[in-house]
């Protein structure tokens, strides 16, 4: 469907020309409508299917075409991270370029201008907030906001919201808006949870569920089966040879992530970290690093699986298997992206057999394995049937200590796609203040 076969004000259809936007995805389709009929929503779209301009577009219209309070807040986006949270705010800013409206733009780790700024926007009520939960809270803790003017409510990334620990913070601001208003609520997934929120905060919704979608074919996926404690042995192996040059590795917890970090940064690789623990001065930092090659692997927990724009990654390494199929899709979607080709290598401990066979399953497709090098010790049977058992203890929040002697292991590279590596000078800088990975 074309964006000019929707019912949308000409004010946006302009903004949508001038952005090169012409037809809808089918999120964008099938929410819009509704969305303009001022139903209530509860959307299944996982992100990059477009449902930021889903709700916005709408949103939007319907602010220009009806009655609305001046100076006040009329509606409310809520993210759940300060990443998506800009993100939703920039793409806001370039709907509306043709429209009166303003926004602000509500999130954490920043300096005390940026808190001026939002504590402006909130009090002389911006048209669109766009907050983190947290971040809310703190000004509502402060400040007397007028909310009698919100006539939306959106819930973006709801089941992410929820993994983190939002729930009470959500509800403790659902209370303080007006019951009059229309609540839209976009999860990827559908737990028993985000039912649960929905049936506490939204009136008789509409339902709109969009299949997560499987992986291009220009994503080269494998995976090493193995013990947990030959995981860091295969990471410095696939670096022996090639010095590595944007790749993101992912593991589950923040806590891991740190020890992963440090145990590379030992190996003399050029590392940095992200996870949420990092302010935003320093999460603006590695990012700037790790897009200019000068941070050459970043590790990182599933806060840059969604909504992180960085076209020419080559690789992605899952440390840990994700709980399901859509972390699985987001993780490697990072790779192969504006045409270009990538790879995906996942390492499978053995407790997490289970559920890799589950993505294989979800994917329809067997993942090749890749042989284990002879140097790095036997690697266990795949039996995912046998290991289901495992699943429900897993490893989920638990680290393990990733010591290394610093030693490169000899011996053929065990992918022959991919040659990524540090040499022996690199790893003898480990100890260089000039080193860009000990910034971080």
């Known amino acids: 469907m074309l964006f000019t076969q929707l019912p949308l004000c000409d004010a946006l259809l302009e903004g949508l020309q001038a952005m090169n936007f012409t037809e809808t ?57 300060r990443e998506l949270a800009q993100q939703i705010d920039q793409q806001m800013e370039g709907f509306s370029y043709f429209t009166p409206f ?15 700024v939002q504590k402006r926007g909130l009090l002389n009520g911006s048209d669109v907030v766009v907050a983190t939960p947290g971040r809310m809270l703190s000004h509502i803790n402060l400040y007397d906001i007028d909310f009698s003017g919100v006539k939306y409510f959106i819930l973006d990334e709801a089941d992410r919201m929820l993994d983190m620990g939002f729930y009470d913070d959500i509800m403790k601001i659902e209370k303080l808006l007006p ?11 559908m737990p028993p949870k985000i039912q649960t929120l929905a049936k506490t905060i939204l009136r008789n919704p509409e339902e709109i569920s969009i299949a997560i979608s499987r992986p291009p074919d220009s994503i080269l996926q494998s995976a090493y089966i193995c013990h947990e404690a030959q995981k860091i042995k295969i990471v410095e192996e696939l670096f022996r040879d090639k010095e590595p040059k944007k790749v993101i590795l992912f593991s589950g917890s923040k806590l891991k992530v740190k020890e992963i970090s440090k145990t590379l940064k030992r190996m ?13 001065a320093q999460r603006d930092f590695v990012m700037h690093e790790f897009r200019n090659e000068r941070i050459g692997i970043l590790v990182a927990t599933d806060i840059v699986s969604r909504g992180i724009d960085i076209d020419d990654i080559p690789l992605i390494i899952n440390f840990d298997v994700p709980y399901d199929a859509e972390d699985y899709v987001h993780r490697i979607g990072r790779t192969a992206r504006a045409g270009d080709s990538g790879m995906a290598i996942t390492l499978v401990g053995e407790d997490e057999q289970y559920r890799f066979g589950q993505i294989e399953n979800f994917l329809q497709k067997e993942i090749y394995k890749i042989p284990l090098p002879a140097e790095l010790g036997e690697a266990p049977a795949y039996n995912p049937s046998v290991n289901r058992r495992r699943n429900s203890g897993g490893n989920r929040n638990k680290s393990r200590n990733f010591k290394s002697k610093g030693t490169a292991h000899k011996g053929r590279n065990p992918s022959a796609e991919f040659r990524p590596h540090h040499s022996n000078r690199r790893r003898n800088q480990r100890n260089n203040p000039n080193n860009n990975a000990k910034k971080d």
Request: net charge negative; glycine share 8%.
């Open 179 to 189: 019951k009059d208003r229309q609540t839209i609520m976009f999860s990827a997934t």
């Open 25 to 81: 995805t089918p999120v964008q389709e099938q929410a819009i409508p509704v969305i303009l009929a001022k139903k209530d929503v509860i959307a299944c779209a996982q992100t990059g299917t477009g449902k930021t301009a889903a709700f916005l577009l709408p949103l939007l219209n319907n602010l220009y075409t009806e009655a609305h309070e001046e100076n006040k807040i009329n509606a409310i986006v809520m993210a759940p991270t």
């Open 268 to 280: 003399g690789l050029s590392t940095g970290e992200m996870h949420s623990d990092l302010d935003q």
């Open 102 to 116: 303003s926004s602000v733009a509500v999130y954490g780790g920043n300096d005390g201008d940026a808190w001026d």
